[in-house]
């Protein structure tokens, strides 16, 4: 990675890419960059230009909030997913760095086009990209819904949004529905590094989030071979994935959300058990 002067620098149309919780003060003392104070539309702001493996970018930190973070902005033209990854290596991110990252379908299109990927998402975390098939009656009020992939029970994955981007949703085949993740990138952050995310919501007591990591201790102890296939699909996907509590209060907060699913049957329930880990034979056996 090198730093561009900024007066050699010719800006270009550029997208943000993701915003860092690092200060351009912290970014200096590890990498030697050397911001310049600028005052642009939006105010004070202090910026580099650096070219990396992401090719060329530009980064911001306004004066005033609401702009948090050092934001990264890239050519319009750049392949996001590349540069996202490019990006966090580059300058040893992990997804606790990052306050917003905007994510391309391009990981949806590394699973269908990786036999390996899409045979290891399918068989060991049941996101299987093959089984799309829908009734085709499946509404959201307001929002369009796109199928992305299915589990073994005829649950769906939806994309709630035309476009490619939007939070994830997941149907079962029971009735029930709720919000799941923010977006792709998060799903499959939460179906990797949480498998048992549904057990998790079943024995939720309702929606308790303590309920919801009892249970998840108690499958985490169920499920000892899953690590080495967490690893691989991370690898393969050049995916960080946080630590169970986080995903698991990230699910409670996405499943918190309130959204309603119809079909031709009617209205979904939402995704929350009103089972308590308690309720569970084998568990209470363990405590």
């Known amino acids: 990675m090198m730093q561009i002067p900024l007066e050699e620098w010719r800006p270009s149309s550029t997208e943000p890419l993701l915003t860092m919780q690092r200060s351009p003060q912290e970014l200096t003392e590890q990498f030697g960059l050397d911001f310049a104070d600028e005052v642009d ?10 070219r990396g493996s992401f ?20 050519d319009a033209a750049a392949d996001f997913e590349a540069a996202h990854r ?10 606790a760095d990052l306050g917003w ?47 992305l ?29 709720g919000l799941i993740a923010d977006s792709l990138r998060e799903a499959l952050q939460l179906v990797i590094g949480l498998p048992y995310w549904l057990d998790c919501l079943t024995f939720s007591a309702g929606g308790d989030l303590d309920a919801m990591a009892a249970a998840a201790r108690h499958l985490a102890r169920e499920n000892p071979d899953l690590r080495s296939r967490q690893a691989e699909a991370a690898e393969l996907l050049s995916l960080d ?21 119809r079909d031709e049957t009617g209205e979904y329930e939402g995704l929350f058990g009103s089972f308590s880990p308690e309720r569970n034979e084998r568990w209470r056996a363990i405590d």
């Open 86 to 95: 490019a990006m966090l290596a580059e300058f040893g991110l992990t997804s």
């Open 55 to 74: 090719g060329t970018a530009v980064l911001l930190k306004y004066a005033y909030p609401p702009f948090l973070g050092t934001i990264v902005r890239v």
């Open 241 to 261: 994935v946080p630590e169970p509590d986080d995903l698991l209060a990230r699910l409670h907060a996405a499943a918190s959300r309130p959204i309603v699913l």
């Open 149 to 177: 992939a299915g589990d073994f029970t005829g649950g769906r994955f939806y994309r709630v949004a035309a476009q490619e981007e939007g939070p994830i949703l997941h149907a079962t085949s029971e009735g029930q529905a």
């Open 101 to 147: 990252a905007r994510r391309s379908y391009g990981l949806l299109l590394d699973v269908q086009d990786n036999a390996r990927l899409a045979e290891l998402l399918a068989t060991s975390f049941e996101f299987d990209v093959t089984r799309t098939e829908t009734t085709g009656t499946e509404s959201v009020e307001g929002s369009d819904l796109v199928v």
């Open 41 to 50: 539309d939006l105010g004070d702001v202090q910026v580099a230009v650096v």
